[in-house]
């Protein structure tokens, strides 16, 4: 059940906070997880990838394996302290049409990835290199933080962080995005008439604040 | 014994740095907290609020009750990997006059809070959503980090992090500040001729160094 | 046997990624030890210091005693949570010509630093003051968290992070980055091409992947 | 699919390590999961529980609704340090028949649950109180650490760490925890006769080490 | 206004958790503060200190200076990696009928404090020494983690954790903690007829549990 | 040049906290490294290892080649959370006369190895399994937290911790370890007279403490 290129550019307009809140404020993956430049959006497929600590093989199968259109989501076995990816595999990737990184450790070459536009997000920049044994998993169920991640699932990723919305939910999360995002547009409104909080949701009368 | 407004614009064109060394080497909150963007600055009363894990109602009601001119600062019990506030939040607190936000927690809307220019000091950023159960304290003394801060106390932050001044500390701690600048402004000039801190101390001849 | 100034600049040319590992994959400082701006980057010999817990004396005769062209590279006995050198000190450094600092610990006066244009690369930024008592370690050998750091080794630095490389490697570091940096270039051909590492290492036959 | 009490008293006489290896080095429980006293071991059928953060409203109902031989496996969402668990509760599931509780958070009351035996994995000990809101999740899949957790998964926990088993691969489990015993226990002899592992596994002429 | 032995004497006989719920869940001291063997109970009035970073002077001063039954209480300024007490310190105030220390710290010789029953609360042990240039804070308020700690205020801790008593709380918890106990006691003979706790709160009915 | 077994038995009569006060305060391992049972302690000359995240080949290949009297000391890259050795490693390194393990990572089989009463040092117990790749380093200079280790350097342990004593300081370290205790044991008798160490050492005349 693929999603449409429609629905993943439709889903790719809101922030990664307005879908975590539509998914009932799940889906959150690591805070630690950012974007190399605050500036960097990423929106696309999940193609999941858990490589061993240290080891950045399976990262190059997987852009390989890939296609356009996703975005590379990596557990590393809970060793951060390595750069997994760096400025070739970003161009590989690039090549190919992959959409972004989202990686649970680190990664190099900041300043060319960034000056290819190609967006990646990582627990942060080390210039250690990896090995390449191989081991790990392609594209099956992988966790990342709280949550567990399937391959297809849609990853958005903003300055604020990154969320993953399952393939079955992207329709039904689109339309509460919408209607939360329509929601906050009347309450800034309110906001801006002067009102608070407390007053525009009925916190004053019901909780006596 | 409310600190005059001329005293907190005077207060205010301090750096951090600067009033924690004229006020002993004290005042200092976590150096985890820091702003958003590293251009924001604030300064302002303190507003106090403590938070229970994972919950924002107290700060819906901080902003709702303090006064223009405040800070709000936040203690979240410890647990920082949720977005306590977010760009609405920002908006009504703005338009009240708050000065700003200082929270030993995270928060989300980066890209929106940034464009409104409302100062935020934070852990970092997270996507994940809060609870409003309510429990908390509300201007009382909070604890921050290793000290306390009490309602009213000055609070100045920049870049470099966030200092607390306590109400009855501000003129004093102005007046060292300013002797702390001019004293350093002599350290700078003794250096632009060549000479180094060993020399322009008097550290050589008494420590023979 | 000092290092020419032409290789210095040389070595300095290549990226603290690529040297590390034209190393054999070794000499990386601790990753959590970044530049205080992503712009700036840092070249030179080690001059070395480790001082106690929240103690800076060593740094003030450090930079005293070091020729132009030193780095200081600093461990703070794992107390990071101090601003061990601000402003003062790096008007002070840059007027002896110091090329840069790098610190396990924190800093202050980032603006200013900034500013002036000091290469500082440190653990973050922290207000809280120091002390003098000055015991510590000057020009020896020094544990730079998974490497010893000698006087008069060469370390580069830019965002991705700080490498260390051993006085009597730099020629052959020099040699071995040129043909990586080449080899690169290369591959960066065949990426353009539309060709994925696999096949450019040829893992595709090897492995069967 | 029930396991039966054989099935699970038999997969219980193994350690967790040998468990973990039997299962192809998957299922381990994070390492910071421990006995609140080292001779405490536990088995039985996983019901799964997680909680919000500092609340234990849901363990109250998860050792009312679980069944005898039920271990409690319980996610704080990230908030360890609270007392989420005590003697009173410890109590009530024992005489329910509870085999255990596994909690990725902080417990209280250690000497009086030690007394009364009951089997108690945790992050250590908190005395700080939780509230009772009750949101959470009871008896649907969770994650713990690297691994999901689902309802009926085989928990069996020592002082070495706790491993999850799928109900799906007990049968296959407890034959290859067989066969590894099997095995170790002829390496063991070849040991004691003085040989090392390099000579028993062949690896001294593999590899010529 | 001191409190009385026998009212000392009383509230050491409750667990630090029953204190801290009789305090309305607070006064809690951070987690990672327990006793260095787990049979170690302490109960006493707070001699507050606080140290710089690696330095033990003020811990010299303070058993020398505190009275009979006082606990000496120890922020280390966030510097936990040494070892601020040994078996001599101990001896010493064993012999002035010092009650024991908390110390948001490590210490040493751990074997010999235990062999001679002199409580100690730390975050752990650690061999390295410590200096004695002398700065600090001497029965003053401190903060310990989430509170403030007050000279004469009463300390009582067991392995479960360590719990503040102000001073003028004192017999008011005195009488909350019995009645939580006589209510355990009752809750402790339904959950033995077999009643769970949804049953004996009435949760069943008012949430429908 | 090697150290006599005279001299090994001896330096092993004190404790790890006296002979890293008789070096000068330091040789003090990561505190993070401690027994995996408290009455454990360690004494012989180290045989250094360094393994690759998550991989034990280098430590079958250690226990292999090391001699009677060694102690195996391990740094693993920083990736502590994986069990490197076991039981049946401790039964071969038994066998064989190895003095124990000090490990900077984790360990499983806890009990087998209590049992057999072969000295563990780690940063606790993982059950999760590792590798044999076989990448590292034997027998060479190796870092352990903030000091070298170096082959045939002394190594002793106890419940305080782990110090490291280089091989031509043995002779002068155990004078000065003697020299220090028996200036304790005089200090001993001061205290059970009823001074404190202001008085004992002269602290109150010289700073009029």
């Known amino acids: 059940m693929a999603i449409s290129k429609e629905l993943i550019n439709e889903i790719g307009q809101f922030s990664a906070a307005t879908l ?9 993956l690591p805070s630690g997880i950012k974007p190399i430049s605050p500036k960097m ?4 497929t ?8 240290c080891d950045n093989m399976m990262l190059h199968r997987a852009y ?12 590393c076995s809970n060793f951060y302290e390595a750069g997994y990816w760096g400025d070739l595999m970003s161009l590989g990737a690039k090549m190919k049409g992959i959409a972004g990184l989202v990686i649970d450790g680190c990664v190099r070459d900041a300043d060319d990835i960034e000056a290819m536009d ?6 942060g920049l080390c210039i250690k290199g990896t090995g390449n044994h191989g081991e790990g998993i392609l594209n099956q169920p992988i966790i990342m933080g ?4 399937n391959p297809g699932d849609i990853i958005v990723g903003d ?10 939910l992207v329709a039904e999360t689109i339309e509460k995005a919408r209607a939360r995002e329509l929601k906050e547009a009347k309450v800034r ?9 407390l007053q525009i949701y009925g916190w004053d009368k019901k909780y006596g604040y």
């Open 189 to 197: 409104i309110e906001l801006r008439k002067g009102l608070n909080s």
């Open 20 to 28: 975590h809140e539509a998914l009932g404020k799940t889906g959150n």
């Open 64 to 75: 390989a394996y890939a296609k356009a259109g996703d975005v590379l989501v990596v557990n």
């Open 118 to 123: 190609f967006p990646v997000f990582s627990r």
């Open 159 to 168: 300055r604020d962080g990154v969320v993953v919305i399952p393939q079955n």
């Open 46 to 53: 999940a193609y999941t990838v858990k490589t061993m600590p």
């Open 146 to 149: 709280e949550y567990m991640v």
């Open 41 to 44: 959006k990423v929106c696309g």
